[in-house]
């Protein structure tokens, strides 16, 4: 991964933190932890349907600068509840996948690689051989940025009806595993207790290792391609 990359995908992060903060500040007050405030506050938003659409642009236009899915997809959980948090998620998602495509293709293969570096034309390749099949690791697991795969997609010969199958299978176990936390979290009645947390520290550490193997895994199984 290229400085440059670095630099863009840093910015893109403190950004998203800076309007989760920023949401937090407005929606919550001291002593709101509690989930039943939480969903009255974030009701009090939804009343119009137009906050759906808000939302959803949100999601697609986070996709372009590559705020991560992990993210976004809570926020759409906070404000529409699980049911439209998950549908809003997942199609806006797809959505932006769909246009990050579409900018690689009109872009061109010569700027996103001097953008990337090594990995990523290593991935277009990958992509390039196996269109339908990559898609769906490589969404899966958090190997790259979204936006980067989108992009590397664009540039290369997959046709846009494999990209798009293999994006709308890849992004479904991550959208629903993000839904379902986010809901968890939302059910917890009080602040957890100090073994709690340590407990959830474990279980969180235990996941990232296992994510952080099996994402090693996918680049040596892409790069045998």
């Known amino acids: 991964m290229t400085p440059r990359l670095r630099l863009i995908l840093f910015l893109s992060v403190i950004a998203a933190l800076l309007v989760l903060a920023a949401f937090w500040a407005i929606v919550m007050h001291e002593g709101d932890w509690q989930p039943a405030h939480i969903q009255a506050r974030a009701g009090q938003l939804a009343e119009g349907p137009w906050l ?25 959980v906070i404000l529409l509840g699980p ?25 061109g293969r010569r700027p996103v690689r001097r ?10 390749r990958a992509i390039a051989r196996r269109g339908v099949v990559s898609m769906i690791v490589v969404n899966m697991l958090p190997i790259v940025s979204q936006a980067l795969i989108n992009l590397a997609a664009g540039t ?13 299978v890849g992004i479904v176990p991550p959208t ?7 809901q968890l979290v939302l059910q917890v009645e009080r602040m ?7 407990v959830i520290m474990l279980v969180v550490f235990a996941a ?15 790069g045998d391609w």
Request: cysteine-free.
């Open 176 to 182: 629903v595993i993000v839904v379902a936390a986010t």
């Open 83 to 107: 049911w439209w948090g998950l549908a809003v998620g997942y199609f806006g998602t797809l959505a932006g996948a769909v246009i990050g495509y579409l900018i690689g293709r009109y872009v």
């Open 52 to 76: 759906h659409w808000l939302v959803f642009a949100g999601v697609v236009l986070g996709q372009q600068v590559a705020i991560p899915q992990i993210l976004l997809v809570p926020v759409a």
């Open 192 to 198: 957890p207790e100090t073994g709690e947390v340590f």
């Open 156 to 168: 290369t010969h997959i046709r846009f009806r494999d990209f798009l199958l293999g994006t709308a």
């Open 115 to 124: 953008l990337s570096g090594p990995r990523m034309r290593r991935l277009s």
């Open 208 to 222: 990232l290792v296992l994510l952080w193997w099996a994402t090693r895994r996918a680049w040596a199984w892409l």
